[in-house]
């Protein structure tokens, strides 16, 4: 019982040790989130750099297709500029007919039925110089022939500005002869030419220097510049296109394409997000599995533990629900080991109780026998011839019914109290007041003042010889004095450091009888009884009185 407050200290400093360490470490659910990101978190980044790769390549699949298809409708568009500058070639090179008899209208009207472009057609020298020309439409100036004719190129064409362009064919010819054909065309009529492109995929605009001739080009799109590009463009409306625009062989024609991009599906967003999502899905899932079946389950049996701990013998752990088998396992482990221990407690217990009933025992028949002896003291006292024989046997019989006193309350003792030693000193002081007056000293009166305080049997025995021993050596000083009564004070009460007896008498006179120095007997005992107490007696002479301070029975919690 003494080791109860050492090992609950322990338990304690366990527990605050314990929670240090705690602190350092982390819960279970955030080291399977942790390990779970580090096993996860490399192969969602693979799987996100993949899926971003496959979007981009399907992105630049997009810009291939854009320029594929410019490449396609460029090529459409010069075959059919070129057709029309095949007439001009065959026109220059069958120049023989103007001379059999062919004039520059029937010519010019072959040609503008093959070419279905041209509205009037002019042959000059290689010097620019006119030498025929075909009726209607309208025709290039002497400035612009002779303009043309120096030119570099064999084919080429020309925009004025205004709403027809010159096509233009010229050789090195012998001199006199036609070198350069020059065909007019309007623009009016180059659009209806070129609107069979408007069947292929996409949309595309034809320029015309920086005039668009055909279709609508994207908003905010300018003419195209020397080299082909193709970007992306994001549109208001949400769609995004691709387009591309470039020059055509045949300047000042420029084209450009647009065709509708892909746009990013649901399924690719998943994709891109999907490695996220399931790394994600992942923690949840693998946090709320944890918190079920070990988490919670742990904390389960560590709350019952903790009851355990706390003195509740009843607690169980097996067959709760969300234990794994090797939790079953502990718990079950635990659960006998409570049982062993519970069946062990009893049998502590029982064997307590017995002990208690023996000791109880013990200290009865111990107590009947020591009234029995002062029983007998008492008839042999009676039977004394002198005072000082009677005197004699009362102090044995008071000595020996403070000890049957001290057996029939340690006998009475509780274990949570302690002896109480209020009814004590009552009964000892009811005793004393009896005896006293058959050993033929005085006639005592005493009176107590008594506080309510319990002491342990260590305490008991001496506290009871020091009073039986102080009244009786007071009772033969005011006998010696030739008194006939004596009144003595008897004070208990609480201190500080523990409780304190006061014993007063005016017969103890101004010296002190029972110091440490005297050898008579009283004094002899009444200081071994205050070692034992490992107090100190303290003698007032003005009272006077003598006083003790002893230890008290400790309260149990």
């Not at 008899?101 to 010019?108: P, Q, S, V």
């Not at 000892?428 to 005592?444: G, H, N």
């Amino acid at each position: 019982m003494a080791e109860k407050p050492e090992i609950q200290g322990s338990r304690q400093d366990s527990g605050q040790s314990s929670g240090q360490s705690s602190g350092a470490r982390r819960s279970l659910s955030f080291q399977l989130a942790v390990a779970l990101t580090l096993a996860l978190l490399p192969i969602g980044i693979l799987a996100a750099v993949l899926a971003a790769d496959g979007i981009r390549s399907a992105r630049e699949a997009e810009l291939v297709r854009a320029e594929n298809q410019f490449r396609a409708t460029a090529r459409v568009v010069d075959d059919l500029l070129s057709v029309d500058f095949l007439v001009l070639r065959a026109l220059l090179r069958n120049e023989s007919g103007l001379h059999e008899g062919r004039t520059c209208n029937a010519e010019a009207a072959n040609a503008l039925d093959d070419a279905e472009t041209f509205d009037a057609i002019v042959w000059a020298d290689g010097l620019g110089r006119p030498i025929c020309e075909s009726r209607g439409g309208i025709k290039p100036s002497a400035a612009e022939l002779t303009r043309l004719a120096a030119e570099s190129e064999r084919e080429y064409l020309i925009w004025p500005g205004g709403d027809h362009v010159f096509f233009a064919v010229r050789e090195e010819p012998e001199t006199g002869k036609p070198g350069l054909v020059v065909a007019t065309a309007s623009v009016s009529r180059l659009k209806a030419r070129l609107r069979e492109i408007a069947a292929m995929e996409g949309a595309a605009t034809v320029w015309l220097g920086d005039k668009p001739i055909l279709g609508n080009p994207p908003d905010d799109t300018a003419a195209p510049g020397g080299l082909l590009t193709v970007r992306r463009l994001a549109e208001s409306g949400g769609r995004d296109q691709v387009v591309a625009a470039g020059p055509l062989s045949i300047a000042p024609f420029a084209l450009t394409t647009v065709v509708p991009a892909t746009r990013l599906a649901v399924a690719d967003v998943l994709a891109i997000a999907a490695p996220s999502l399931m790394w994600i899905a992942a923690l949840l899932i693998g946090w709320m599995v944890v918190r079920r079946f070990v988490v919670r389950p742990l904390q389960n049996m560590a709350s019952g533990v903790r009851a355990y701990g706390a003195g509740d013998n009843l607690v169980r752990l097996s067959g709760r629900a969300g234990q794994t088998d090797e939790m079953q396992a502990f718990a079950e482990t635990f659960d006998a080991m409570a049982q062993d221990m519970a069946e062990a407690r009893q049998e502590v217990d029982a064997a307590l109780t017995e002990q208690r009933r023996l000791t109880r025992e013990v200290h009865h028949r111990v107590k009947n026998n020591l009234q029995i002896i002062a029983s007998l003291i008492s008839i042999q006292a009676r039977e004394a011839d002198g005072a000082e024989v009677a005197r004699a046997y009362a102090s044995i019989q008071m000595r020996v019914g403070a000890l049957s006193i001290v057996h029939r309350w340690l006998y009475e003792e509780s274990d949570t109290q302690g002896v109480d030693f209020t009814a004590l000193t009552h009964d000892l002081c009811a005793s004393l007041q009896q005896i006293i007056p058959t050993a033929k000293l005085v006639e005592p009166r005493i009176n107590t003042h008594l506080e309510r305080l319990h002491i342990s049997q260590d305490a008991a025995v001496p506290l009871a010889f020091l009073i039986t021993e102080v009244i009786a050596f007071a009772a033969r000083l005011a006998a010696t004095q030739g008194r006939g009564k004596m009144v003595i004070d008897i004070h208990v009460r609480r201190t500080e450091s523990g409780g304190e007896l006061q014993i007063c008498s005016d017969a103890f006179g101004e010296d002190d009888p029972l110091a440490p120095t005297e050898t008579r007997a009283a004094a002899r005992i009444v200081n071994g009884m205050v070692r034992q107490l490992r107090g100190h007696l303290n003698f007032d002479a003005d009272v006077p009185c003598y006083t003790v301070g002893f230890p008290l029975k400790s309260r149990a919690g």
